[in-house]
């Protein structure tokens, strides 16, 4: 069983940033995909950010130019740096991991913008 655990959201003004970290119970290199999704009330879950095992990566338009995606090996985390930070971003954002076995998803963490 993969366990995901998120860590960095808060409170940013508009213009600010933040770092959103996921520590995953399994090697993050030994998922076909890792990703980052967020979801605003009332709206379904966006995907903002993923990372193939290779390293490719795949951004939403909204975020491109601003929102960075990698992997610390050392700490074995999927981290999102999130810069210039708009009110529109404000949202749980999730972690994710893909296997063959299926999608496996972090407990969110709360991101608010302040404008």
């Known amino acids: 069983q993969v366990q995901l655990v998120e860590s960095g959201g808060g409170l940013v003004q508009a213009g600010g940033s933040l770092t959103l970290s996921c520590a995953a119970s399994?090697?993050?290199?030994?998922?076909?995909?890792v990703g980052w999704y967020r979801r605003v009330p009332g709206k379904q879950r966006e995907l903002v950010a993923t990372?193939?095992?290779?390293?490719?990566?795949n951004y939403a338009d909204s975020v491109k130019g601003r929102f960075t995606i990698s992997r610390d090996p050392a700490e074995n985390t999927v981290n999102l740096e999130m810069n210039s930070l708009k009110p529109e971003d404000t949202a749980v954002y999730y972690c994710?991991?893909?296997?063959?076995?299926?999608?496996?998803w972090g407990q969110g963490t709360q991101v608010t913008v302040s404008s």
């Open positions: 990372m193939l095992r290779l390293g490719s990566t």
């Open positions: 994710n991991a893909r296997r063959d076995s299926g999608d496996y």
């Open positions: 399994g090697s993050i290199f030994s998922f076909k995909a």
